[in-house]
């Protein structure tokens, strides 16, 4: 049997993983909005370039709530 060696996800990477699951939940889908924070143990540096990337999207609108909260809401790319 060979195992691949597989590598251990970034910090960055386990920060998007957790906006991503947030964001395709249903909930989250059905209202087309979510609210994300910061959790204490994700790096300021990861955070910020998280945001960074979500601001280059044309169909996400970002509202800071104050304390590091920030309201995501999008448009559907793909219509019915």
């Not at 964001?23 to 910020?48: C, F, G, L, Y």
């Amino acid at each position: 049997m060979v195992r691949t060696a597989q590598a251990t996800p970034t910090s960055y990477e386990l920060l998007t993983r957790r906006i991503h699951r947030q964001v395709m939940s249903p909930n989250a889908q059905s209202k087309r909005q979510t609210v994300i924070v910061r959790e204490p143990r994700e790096r300021e540096d990861d955070w910020d370039l998280l945001l960074e990337r979500l601001g280059e999207e044309e169909s996400v609108r970002m509202t800071w709530m104050g304390n590091g909260v920030v309201q995501l809401t999008w448009t559907n790319q793909h219509p019915d």
